[in-house]
Nanobody
Framework: EVHLVESGGGLVQPGGSLRLSCAAS????????MSWVRQAPGKGLEWVSA????????SYADSVKDRFTISRDNAENTLYLQMNSGEPEDTAVYYC???????????????WGKGTLVTVST
């Protein structure tokens, strides 16, 4: 059974940094692409970033480009999202999502974690 458990959320001041983690189990983590998706309070889902299975290719939404960095440690079955220069608009629940593909030719969502809340505020 696929399990994705996010951690690292919390309160951060505007301009601050936070690193989210996602511990994966129940599948061969190293052969699947992964994504981060967020949902701000009262709003719909927004795709944030994706990384291919080998960690060699990444993609970002314009709203987070040059501020967020996605990475993965296939030896530790863990996905990361480094958030820098936080803005109030980054406040959201962040979900770790598994793709059924290894590449980013088509970014797909198959299994979701339960999410971790990030609040950017003074």
């Amino acid at each position: 059974e696929v399990h994705l458990v996010e951690s690292g959320g919390g309160l951060v001041q505007p301009g601050g940094s936070l690193r989210l983690s996602c511990a994966a189990s129940g599948f061969s983590f190293s052969i699947y692409a992964m994504s981060w998706v967020r949902q701000a309070p009262g709003k719909g889902l927004e795709w944030v970033s994706a990384i291919n299975s080998g960690g060699t290719t990444t993609s970002y939404a314009d709203s987070v480009k040059d501020r967020f960095t996605i990475s993965r440690d296939n030896a530790e079955n863990t996905l990361y999202l480094q958030m820098n220069s936080g803005e109030p608009e980054d406040t959201a629940v962040y979900y770790c999502v598994k793709s059924p593909r290894s590449d980013l030719i088509v970014i797909m969502m198959e299994y979701w974690g339960k999410g971790t809340l990030v609040t950017v505020s003074t």
